[in-house]
T-cell receptor, first 116, second 112 residues
Framework: GAGVSQSPRYKVAKRGQDVALRCDPI?????LFWYQQALGQGPEFLTY????????KSGLPSDRFFAERPEGSVSTLKIQRTQQEDSAVYLC??????????????FGDGTRLSIL | KQEVTQIPAALSVPEGENLVLNCSFT??????LQWFRQDPGKGLTSLLL?????REQTSGRLNASLDKSSGRSTLYIAASQPGDSATYLC???????????FGAGTQVVVTP
């Protein structure tokens, strides 16, 4: 079956523009995570959904970042009024179960966002 | 606050040598620990997941150990191959929700 799919793969935007990044998780996966990865660093947690409920958004850097998963499947990460420091790779991951129970997370290939 | 550290940051070995990658974490109250592989321009591929009650996991040439009390995990890759060249990341789950906290990774190059 298909893995986690993210689109677009690359996004270039001018500072101040709004962007929307899409994640299609593996079908049937309950949990969905967004991470931000700066060059040469490990991913940093942004937010977590269990089905359509956003249970943890403690990693979102500012109120310019917003994520949703309205039907419990596809998720969108939106960044408003982009800044240069938002340039990074945004990774989406999904896992089968809700709470941790030894389920590995499956990652997409990410969206590389460049803010000019 | 949990901190995850991976040493060394980069490693180069000739083909056939065994690889030893280290991961340390400051808070031993973790649920799971995972090792991932990341190829350039790609997402992460899960290699091994060790639950907090386990001491090690094995898959083929890979073996990962976990010592919660000392805050350490080690990934062993036996008989390395050029195809093992990648960045290896360890991540801990600090709570039951599944979110991961990553180290910065070890970049591995295996030369033919």
């Amino acid at each position: 079956g298909a893995g986690v799919s993210q689109s677009p793969r690359y996004k270039v935007a001018k500072r101040g523009q709004d962007v929307a990044l899409r994640c299609d998780p593996i079908s049937g996966h309950v949990s969905l995570f967004w991470y931000q990865q700066a060059l040469g660093q490990g991913p940093e947690f942004l937010t977590y959904f269990q089905n359509e409920a956003q249970l943890d958004k403690s990693g979102l850097p500012s109120d310019r970042f917003f994520a949703e998963r309205p039907e419990g499947s596809v998720s969108t990460l939106k960044i408003q009024r982009t800044q240069q420091e938002d340039s990074a790779v945004y990774l989406c991951a999904s896992s089968l179960r809700g709470a941790s129970g030894g389920q590995p997370q499956h990652f997409g290939d990410g969206t590389r966002l460049s803010i000019l | 606050k949990q901190e995850v550290t991976q040493i060394p940051a980069a490693l180069s070995v000739p083909e056939g040598e065994n690889l030893v990658l280290n991961c340390s974490f400051t808070d031993s109250a973790i649920y799971n620990l995972q090792w991932f592989r990341q190829d350039p321009g790609k997402g992460l591929t899960s290699l091994l997941l060790i639950q907090s009650s386990q001491r090690e996991q094995t898959s083929g040439r890979l073996n990962a150990s976990l010592d919660k009390s000392s805050g350490r995990s080690t990934l062993y890759i036996a008989a390395s191959q050029p195809g093992d060249s990648a960045t290896y990341l360890c991540a801990v789950e600090p709570d039951s929700w599944g979110k991961l906290q990553f180290g910065a990774g070890t970049q591995v190059v295996v030369t033919p």
